[in-house]
């Protein structure tokens, strides 16, 4: 089956530019210095009857841009959310969730969050107006959450769970078909490279040159990208030390930064 992966966002956790920042990145007239807080859009159509059959559409984390990036690209509906890990620039644009929920709910219910035990605990907790089975507020969004298993079959497309490191928290990659989206990992754990072979699409984060205790830097994300050898690498979740023209000079073959709205085919 054929869909598509497109970029939501490439920015590290405060964006870029970084408010309050007046580096050449964080001022470059390039559009693609900016980036808005790391997510992903997957979309296909079933093959077996794409003329008649609806767009799928399943979300990677819905960070504190996700009103902005879900209006970029004109997202209608959403069918399942699959969360990455709890952090602030990966999960507080969930309540932007709610005007797509009313539909989805009219239609076939509330929709699928996919979370870990750890990242489900934090949603309950920070989104207890949402999730608390003593919630009245009538308008609060319709989700579902839903505990994560190594497969996770959507509309005809397995999500594969990759368990990978994020400083010391385990955090959780996917693979969809051809692609997998790993970001901010740290480490990859070596049962993990199993479940990443004979990729076309690998998107692994990247922050910057200089070590970071839970974050790889661009050394270590070639180091991994040359290991799994997919057709295509692309680095995201960037801080403002890279510059995207300057930097994709000196990447490798096969190994480019992501930005915001780039969409692939990918084979699912
Ligand atoms: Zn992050
Ligand atoms: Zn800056």
New binding site residues.
């Given amino acids: 089956m054929q869909g598509s992966l497109t970029f939501l966002g490439t920015g ?2 405060m964006g870029v530019p970084t408010l309050g920042c007046t580096c050449p990145v964080c001022t470059s007239a390039d559009p693609h210095d900016r980036r808005l807080r ?1 997510s992903a859009l997957v979309r296909w159509r079933h093959s077996e009857d794409p003329a008649s059959s609806r767009e799928r559409v399943v979300v990677i984390d819905t960070g504190p841009d996700f009103r902005e990036q879900a209006l970029r690209s004109a997202l209608t509906h959403v069918d399942a959310v699959f969360y990455t890990h709890s ?1 602030a ?2 999960i507080l644009g969930l309540d932007d969730l709610r005007p797509l929920s009313f539909t989805a709910f009219r239609e076939s219910g509330p929709i699928p969050l996919y979370a870990s035990q750890e990242t489900r605990a934090t949603l309950e907790r920070i989104f207890d107006y949402t999730f608390s089975p003593q919630a009245t507020y009538p308008n609060r969004a319709r989700l579902r959450l839903e505990p994560l298993a190594d497969r996770n079959p959507i509309r005809g497309v397995d999500f594969i769970r990759i368990p990978i490191l994020h400083g010391d928290l385990e955090i959780v990659g996917y693979r969809f078909g051809s692609a997998a989206y790993l ?2 990992v740290s480490a990859i754990p070596e049962e993990s490279f199993a479940l990443l072979e004979g990729l076309d699409h690998l998107v692994l984060s990247a922050l910057r040159y200089k070590p970071h205790p839970s974050h790889a830097t661009v050394d270590q994300a070639l180091g991994w990208a040359h290991r799994i050898g997919a057709k295509q690498t692309w680095l995201t ?1 960037i801080a403002h030390e890279l510059g995207h023209e300057a930097t994709n000079k000196t990447l490798p073959p096969g190994v480019a930064l992501a930005y915001d709205g780039l969409t692939v085919p990918v084979t699912l």
């Fill in positions: 590290t956790s790391p952090h620039d990966h970001t901010d979740h």
